[in-house]
């Protein structure tokens, strides 16, 4: 392996032989355990290429919004000057076997919206398909959550979400001001190319205990 990241990646292209395909890098976690940006210098595509073990590993064990671990990547051998003239060619390639589960508490989503309603907990957010786990809302330079969503065929309704580590009461969620969050890794913005349907991720709700916060009654 080239270093001791392990990627966090999301399936981006399923190739039609060969059981390859192409991943899309989200951001790493260190040997410490820590979430942190991928360097766009090390990585100027952010694409993984999976030569062999798509099909098995990968495509049918993934949804297409999920992010999970890649624990092993290597250098291509291709030539440097061949790799900067195709911003579609990955730069590393793996294994799917090399493809793991995250952690159900690592990496919680965040999207920008408004809130919901508190009576009735509808969210009016159009853009993208809501997170299927807990998520956080990112509104008027605060966030707020873990939320958890239960969508219907035409709307989405979302209740404030347990959890233990940010000590809340039920009906209340947390309110962070992002900018104590943002000078460190657990708000971690995604790169503007990044085809990914949600904005940011925080590392885990246990890092954002570390914050001060004030209690908002969401329902």
Not at 153 to 179: G, M
Request: net charge negative; with cysteine; charged share 25%.
């Amino acid at each position: 392996m080239t270093s001791n990241l392990r990627l966090v990646v999301t399936k981006k292209i399923r190739q039609k032989a060969g059981d390859t395909g192409v991943l899309q890098i989200l951001c790493s976690i260190d040997e410490l355990d820590n979430v942190i940006p991928t360097d766009p210098n090390q990585f100027p595509s952010g694409l993984i290429w999976i030569s062999k073990g798509y099909d098995n590993n990968i495509e049918h064990e993934f949804s297409g919004d999920e992010p999970f671990l890649l624990d092993f990547f290597e250098k291509s051998d291709r030539e440097k000057d061949e790799i900067s003239s195709n911003s579609n060619t990955a730069e590393h390639w793996s294994l799917g076997k090399h493809a793991k589960k995250l952690d159900s508490e690592k990496l919680l989503p965040v999207i920008k919206s408004e809130l919901p309603d508190k009576s009735t907990g509808l969210l009016k957010y159009t853009r993208h398909s809501v997170p299927s786990k807990q998520f956080y809302i990112e509104n008027d330079s605060f966030l707020y959550g873990p939320y958890t969503a239960t969508p219907t065929d035409e709307e989405v309704y979302v209740t404030p979400s347990q959890c233990l580590p940010l000590a809340l009461n039920t009906n209340f969620v947390a309110k962070i001001p992002l900018e104590a969050i943002s000078k460190a890794n657990t708000y971690i913005s995604l790169q503007d190319k990044t085809d990914f349907p949600f904005e940011a991720f925080i590392s885990s709700n246990k890092d954002l205990s570390n914050y001060s916060r004030k209690k908002y009654r969401a329902s």
